[in-house]
């Protein structure tokens, strides 16, 4: 229970379904970054919430500390950066931290299952259970789950993925005069203020922060930028050079600190590695399947090979703009995950 409204109706959906129900609040970004104004899933407000939603609710309510584990949530959003990648540490966190200290819990309570406020669905495929897409359109956040222990899914719970809009989420929280009925989502990285992160790169990994030259893809110099870090794969704006035709980020190099720009069918591309796999489905051979590149984009139809016991390939039926190095490959089986990767 985050002090959201998305796992405040879950808790009371698990009620209503007849389970004896048990809320947990993890305390991870702001205490585990130091980082003035992060937000994390631990403000006072957001603690608050979560206990008056509990008290509301009538169930117990446990505070975990985890900012030790989330520590490591970090260095590796840093390291990232400094590789010329662009992390995405909600995945990280689900995997290492929030669904491990559940899990953990349950067990020294003797709790059967897990829950959280994910848009997203427990399926069972072939007597095994299986991450499937949330029903409520533009909400699915299947994606960052990806990475989950395979034999975590049998315990898990998400019961408002089965909701098929997100305005009803906000409708029960309404009819139950929950507190947080009218509570924003959360938006951004929370551990970085309003999604700037140079603060936590110059603690973490400086020399991300290295300036450098903008060039083109003959090795022209454009211009020059303060920290190889503030871009991304297919970014535009903000690029600080004047070229006569809309340029695009297509390269970043950390060992020179250079940053390579040109027009947008060089930041296209209809293939792409894939390393660090978690499969949550038996997969061998190759066969076809959509793959998505990003959280907000939407997958897009390939075929995937596997090329070793972490590691396959996704050749892609019509080229793909922006596929980024540090982000996760995410393959379904129409609305069921079956694994996925960090792209190369």
Request: proline content about 4%; hydrophobic content about 45%; glycine content about 10%.
């Amino acid at each position: 229970m985050s002090g959201g409204v998305d796992s405040s109706v879950a808790a009371w959906l698990l009620q209503q379904a007849g389970y004896e129900v048990t809320g947990v609040f993890l305390c991870m970004g702001g205490a585990a970054s130091g980082l003035e104004g992060s937000r994390g899933c631990c403000s006072h407000q957001d603690a608050a919430d979560a206990r008056r939603v509990a008290d509301k609710l009538g169930i117990d309510l446990h505070v975990l500390n985890a900012a030790a584990d989330f520590e490591a949530i970090i260095r590796d959003f840093a390291d990232q950066y400094a590789r010329g990648r662009t992390p995405n540490p909600c995945i990280h966190c689900n995997a290492w931290v929030k669904f491990a200290r559940l899990i953990a819990l349950a067990d020294s309570l003797g709790a059967g299952w897990v829950a959280s406020g994910h848009h997203a669905r427990i399926a069972a495929i072939d007597a095994r259970a299986a991450v499937a897409r949330g029903r409520a359109a533009g909400k699915d956040q299947s994606y960052v789950l990806f990475s989950l222990a395979k034999d975590h899914l049998t315990r898990m719970r998400l019961p408002v993925g089965e909701l098929a809009d997100k305005s009803e989420v906000r409708r029960i929280a309404r009819s139950l005069d929950l507190p947080v009925h009218d509570k924003p989502d959360s938006q951004d990285i929370c551990f970085a203020a309003d999604g700037n992160y140079a603060e936590l790169l110059a603690r973490y990994a400086p020399q991300a922060l290295r300036p450098g030259d903008i060039i083109d893809s003959t090795g022209r110099v454009l211009g020059r930028h303060e920290g190889y870090a503030r871009f991304t794969i297919g970014q535009r704006r903000g690029l600080g050079v004047a070229a006569g035709e809309p340029m695009y980020v297509t390269h970043i190099d950390p060992d020179s600190a250079t940053v390579t720009i040109g027009p947008r069918e060089q930041v296209m591309a209809a293939r792409l590695t894939a390393s660090g796999a978690n499969w949550h489905a038996d997969v061998n051979g190759q066969f076809d399947a959509t793959v998505q590149i990003r959280y907000n984009h939407a997958a897009a139809a390939a075929r995937v090979r596997i090329t070793g016991e972490d590691t396959f390939e996704v050749q892609f039926v019509h080229p793909l703009a922006a596929i980024t190095p540090g982000q996760a490959a995410v393959v379904y089986d129409g609305p069921i995950l079956l694994g996925g990767g960090w792209i190369d």
